[in-house]
């Protein structure tokens, strides 16, 4: 069993940063690919980033390159998600979560354990 806790979230204004941490507890996950998902209210969730064990990959959805940065620390068991240049529409719940089964880094599907969430708010 994992257990996942977000943080770092936060209301800023558009053109602003945050970084958002998920420290991981109960096994370690240092084999195991992660990513972030977000929802913004009334939408479905979506893929932001994720991130292979080892940190030497990393994908994003479209929307996000250039402006987001996962990233991952093994010897702390925490993976963060670093956003620059953000926007009103960036405003959602992020979710951290471990790939713990098949399928593409993209699905929802391909993860099994999730975090709470971290409400990131961005003000124009």
């Known amino acids: 069993q994992v257990t996942l806790v977000e943080s770092g979230g936060g209301l800023v204004q558009a053109g602003g940063s945050l970084r958002l941490s998920c420290a991981a507890s109960?096994?370690?996950?240092?084999?195991?690919?992660m990513g972030w998902f977000r929802q913004a209210p009334g939408k479905e969730r979506e893929f932001v980033a994720a991130v292979t064990w080892s940190g030497s990959s990393t994908y994003y959805a479209n929307s996000m390159k250039g402006r987001f940065t996962i990233s991952r620390d093994n010897a702390k068991n925490t993976v963060y998600l670093q956003m620059n240049s953000l926007k009103p529409e960036d405003t959602a719940v992020y979710y951290c979560a471990v790939k713990g089964g098949g399928g593409g880094y993209y699905y929802m599907s391909a993860y099994n354990y999730w975090g709470q969430g971290t409400q990131v708010t961005v003000s124009s």
């Open positions: 109960g096994r370690t996950v240092s084999s195991l690919a």
